[in-house]
């Protein structure tokens, strides 16, 4: 049952993904790009995320307090502390990111239709993983 | 609204809500750079609900895409994609988070070091596309 409740939860975000259009590229650098003819659909995209998610999260604490489903608590807020590693690699995925258009989500997402961005894209996405775990112990 | 704001607002909603459910059911926070990587760099045992939910978010988006039309107009060649999913690799891991793991749900949970994540790569992102769009002018 919580597999399924965990899996519908990945189908119910691959649906949000692909109607909000973050899944095509050019939405996001359309976004990205404040100086030219700037899109606004990805405020919207983060808004309904960022609300909903930080409300419900809210909302369940209040009713059930850190309890999650099926025994599992409900995951808190933990900051790490901001170093070199946090600003590096934020500053790297950014930077991928504007290239791209692609964040990891919308590039799982693409593999759907076996999208050749998607195709090259996700396993140079493990390949660099795979390398910061080697070199900067970052899992 | 123009329609496909509304259609940015109702897909933002669903990734909030998927991202809450997942969240209760897991115990985690469950961010897709995260739980990609944890697939395959995880203890066995950890992967298996893992690997469920990136399948239902291929399957979720997979079903929107065989229903109607979905724009995709690529902004890069091939092999810069292949660049930019290695970068983005290094740097999801390297500053543990992405877009969701940071944007939505450290953000939604009052994290600072996910706001500080967020404005450096939004900052990074929006600077590469000034360069690229601006200054070079385009990537053949």
């Known amino acids: 049952m919580r597999l399924l409740v965990l899996f519908l939860s990945g189908a119910l975000f691959g649906i949000g993904l692909a109607i909000s259009g973050m899944t095509n590229p050019v939405i996001v650098t359309g976004f990205l790009d404040v100086a030219g003819a700037w899109n606004p659909a990805l405020v919207f995209v983060m808004g309904g995320a960022l609300g909903s998610y930080a409300f419900s999260m809210w909302a369940w604490r209040k009713l059930a307090g850190g309890r999650g489903w099926f025994g599992r608590p409900l995951p808190k807020g933990e900051s790490d502390r901001v170093n070199w590693r946090l600003v590096t690699g934020a500053a790297m995925f950014g930077i991928g990111w504007g290239l791209s258009g692609f964040c990891p989500g919308p590039a799982i997402a693409n593999l759907a239709i076996l999208r050749p961005e998607a195709m090259v894209f996700v396993p140079m996405m493990a390949l660099g993983m795979l390398v910061a775990r080697a070199v900067f112990r970052s899992s | ?140």
């Open chain 2, 1 to 140: 609204m123009k329609p496909e704001f509304l259609l940015a607002l109702v897909g933002g909603l669903c990734i909030g809500l998927a991202s809450f459910a997942a969240s209760a059911a897991s115990g985690k926070i469950p961010g897709i750079s995260g739980v990609f990587s944890k697939v395959f760099l995880a203890k066995p045992g950890d992967t298996q609900w893992r690997l469920l939910f990136l399948l239902g978010l291929v399957g979720g988006a997979g079903l929107v895409f065989a229903l109607g039309p979905s724009g995709f107009t690529p902004v890069a060649p091939l092999w810069l994609m292949a660049f930019s999913g290695f970068i983005v690799g290094i740097g999801t891991r390297l500053g543990g988070g992405c877009t969701s793991g940071h944007g939505v749900c450290g953000m939604g949970l009052g994290s600072k070091d996910s706001m500080v994540a967020t404005v450096i790569f939004m900052g990074t992102g929006v600077a590469t596309v000034f360069v690229v769009r601006h200054l070079i002018g385009g990537l053949g």
